[in-house]
């Protein structure tokens, strides 16, 4: 199996690398993974708004797929305002002020509390135990200091 | 005549019902393919399906013995100038001139391609670091296909087509491949066909593709389409029943007791009544891999 993955581009972002990785064992269609991580990206904060993202034949060369496959991921991200285009060509990262992102960011955390409710559920907790946990959890970390109010 | 050609100007391949036999064994049996413009098309079977000899039809060295193959519109038996001077072909078994040097190789194709482009030639052959001193008998394996790729590409060609270009070769050789394949689409209008047993490689850089089998197509279509258009779904079945279900658009299924994993073809809406209606509970369902979609396509 060849594995192939790149650095968005040859710089660091705010000291952290960002990378996308494509792989074909899993079923899911190469230019919905790109989607997807990149709005991971986006929704994390690894990719501002404003950076520009590789040129389509770029990251196609990079990542070894068809350059057909990445434009399809970034018409995909463009539709769901995402990305820009921009006149002068290149597609660069929106402001991330629209309500979407926070609602790429709640499917994220959704997708995590998923698996965390079917682990309890498998270990036997029950959902008012774990609510239990996670306010027990969020008090700690609020008293250590060590955590940011996550944003409303 | 002119009609159908006419019709189908945006392919750069039609092949249309062709038979093809050796002696006794129909090595293709009324096969059809149409390749369009601009795409890249990647053609998968086992060994001895045919994907060899349909290739050899489209570059003309074989003649089909029934049906009529075209090639930007024209006969590649009747005109092969008129196709092979705008295809580049690296053969399976990369048959270069053993006794030629790298840089003798180089002008030797030069000659039959008017557009050959010279810097884009040496380009290649820095990046390939080939030494052109270097007889084509003494290249390794890699480094044999590298230069067939090479005079292959030179020549710009408006279709690139490549038979088993991956195979025996190391991860590092299949990826100078597969950018080529991808640099080639990314210029406007050019198109790729390619064979290959490595499915994953496929599913990375073809828009569509075909499988082939005994000589037929058995599948053929947008990647994207066919992807959707399987699922691996695990069914239990109601009640003791110990024997796999059987239903509509099931292509093979696996398991034991009421436990069973079944390859369905078509939507979702299409398959999850016919599954449910013969008392089966669908467990879960997920997306397949090109592979495992061969796999099923071919035993089924």
Redesign the interface.
């Given at each position: 199996?060849?594995y192939?993955c790149i650095n968005t581009r040859d710089m660091e972002y705010g000291g952290g690398q960002v990378q996308i990785h494509?792989s074909?064992?899993?079923?899911?269609?190469?230019?919905l993974q790109i989607v997807n991580q990149i709005k991971y990206l986006v929704a994390s904060g690894r990719l501002a708004a404003g950076e520009e993202l590789p040129a389509i034949?770029v990251l196609?060369?990079r990542l070894?797929?068809?350059?057909?496959t990445v434009a399809r991921a970034y018409r995909e991200l463009e539709q769901q305002g995402i990305v820009e285009k921009r006149r002068t060509a290149g597609t660069f990262v929106s402001d991330q002020g629209s309500p979407l992102a926070r609602r790429e960011r709640v499917k994220i955390l959704t997708a995590r509390i998923d698996l965390l409710l079917a682990e309890a559920r498998q270990m036997d907790i029950s959902i008012e135990e774990v609510n239990k946990l996670v306010e027990q959890r969020h008090s700690a970390l609020q008293s250590t200091g060590s955590s940011e109010e996550k944003d409303r | 005549m002119i009609s159908s050609i006419e019709a189908n100007r945006s392919c750069v391949v039609d092949v249309a019902s062709v038979t093809r036999k050796f002696g006794d064994k129909i090595a293709l049996d009324n096969l059809s393919l149409s390749i369009p413009r601009g795409?890249?098309f990647g053609l998968i079977g086992g060994n001895g399906a045919g994907k060899t000899t349909l290739i050899k039809h489209i570059l003309g060295m074989y003649r089909a013995h029934a049906g009529t193959v075209h090639v930007f519109g024209r006969d590649p038996v009747a005109d092969p100038v008129g196709v092979l001077g705008r295809i580049g072909y690296l053969s399976e078994d990369r048959d270069l001139p053993n006794w030629m040097r790298v840089g003798e190789l180089m002008g030797y194709t030069e000659a039959f391609f008017p557009s050959w482009d010279r810097r884009f030639a040496e380009e290649l052959c820095q990046q390939f670091e080939l030494d052109k001193r270097t007889r084509v008998r003494h290249l390794s394996r890699g480094q044999r296909a590298r230069a067939g790729l090479l005079v292959a590409l030179a020549h710009r060609p408006d279709l690139l087509v490549l038979d088993e270009p991956s195979s025996g070769l190391d991860?590092v050789v299949?990826?100078d491949i597969?950018?080529a394949i991808?640099?080639t689409?990314?210029d406007e209008g050019r198109t790729v066909l390619f064979s290959s047993h490595l499915?994953?490689?496929v599913?990375?850089?073809?828009?569509q593709i075909a499988i082939i089998h005994h000589g037929r197509i058995l599948l053929a279509g947008f990647m994207?389409e066919i992807?959707?258009q399987h699922s691996?779904v695990t069914v239990r079945m109601s009640g003791n029943s110990n024997t796999p279900p059987t239903f509509a658009g099931m292509l093979a299924c696996e398991g034991s007791g009421p436990d069973w994993t079944c390859v369905c073809s078509g939507q979702e809406d299409q398959w999850r009544p016919t599954v449910e209606g013969v008392g089966a509970e669908i467990i879960e369902h997920?997306?397949?891999?090109?592979?495992?979609i061969f796999v099923a396509r071919v035993r089924g």
């Amino acid at each position: 199996m060849l594995y192939y993955c790149i650095n968005t581009r040859d710089m660091e972002y705010g000291g952290g690398q960002v990378q996308i990785h494509v792989s074909t064992d899993n079923g899911t269609a190469i230019y919905l993974q790109i989607v997807n991580q990149i709005k991971y990206l986006v929704a994390s904060g690894r990719l501002a708004a404003g950076e520009e993202l590789p040129a389509i034949r770029v990251l196609a060369e990079r990542l070894v797929v068809n350059p057909n496959t990445v434009a399809r991921a970034y018409r995909e991200l463009e539709q769901q305002g995402i990305v820009e285009k921009r006149r002068t060509a290149g597609t660069f990262v929106s402001d991330q002020g629209s309500p979407l992102a926070r609602r790429e960011r709640v499917k994220i955390l959704t997708a995590r509390i998923d698996l965390l409710l079917a682990e309890a559920r498998q270990m036997d907790i029950s959902i008012e135990e774990v609510n239990k946990l996670v306010e027990q959890r969020h008090s700690a970390l609020q008293s250590t200091g060590s955590s940011e109010e996550k944003d409303r | 005549m002119i009609s159908s050609i006419e019709a189908n100007r945006s392919c750069v391949v039609d092949v249309a019902s062709v038979t093809r036999k050796f002696g006794d064994k129909i090595a293709l049996d009324n096969l059809s393919l149409s390749i369009p413009r601009g795409i890249v098309f990647g053609l998968i079977g086992g060994n001895g399906a045919g994907k060899t000899t349909l290739i050899k039809h489209i570059l003309g060295m074989y003649r089909a013995h029934a049906g009529t193959v075209h090639v930007f519109g024209r006969d590649p038996v009747a005109d092969p100038v008129g196709v092979l001077g705008r295809i580049g072909y690296l053969s399976e078994d990369r048959d270069l001139p053993n006794w030629m040097r790298v840089g003798e190789l180089m002008g030797y194709t030069e000659a039959f391609f008017p557009s050959w482009d010279r810097r884009f030639a040496e380009e290649l052959c820095q990046q390939f670091e080939l030494d052109k001193r270097t007889r084509v008998r003494h290249l390794s394996r890699g480094q044999r296909a590298r230069a067939g790729l090479l005079v292959a590409l030179a020549h710009r060609p408006d279709l690139l087509v490549l038979d088993e270009p991956s195979s025996g070769l190391d991860p590092v050789v299949r990826r100078d491949i597969l950018g080529a394949i991808i640099r080639t689409i990314a210029d406007e209008g050019r198109t790729v066909l390619f064979s290959s047993h490595l499915l994953d490689e496929v599913e990375r850089v073809a828009d569509q593709i075909a499988i082939i089998h005994h000589g037929r197509i058995l599948l053929a279509g947008f990647m994207d389409e066919i992807k959707q258009q399987h699922s691996r779904v695990t069914v239990r079945m109601s009640g003791n029943s110990n024997t796999p279900p059987t239903f509509a658009g099931m292509l093979a299924c696996e398991g034991s007791g009421p436990d069973w994993t079944c390859v369905c073809s078509g939507q979702e809406d299409q398959w999850r009544p016919t599954v449910e209606g013969v008392g089966a509970e669908i467990i879960e369902h997920s997306a397949m891999t090109l592979d495992e979609i061969f796999v099923a396509r071919v035993r089924g």
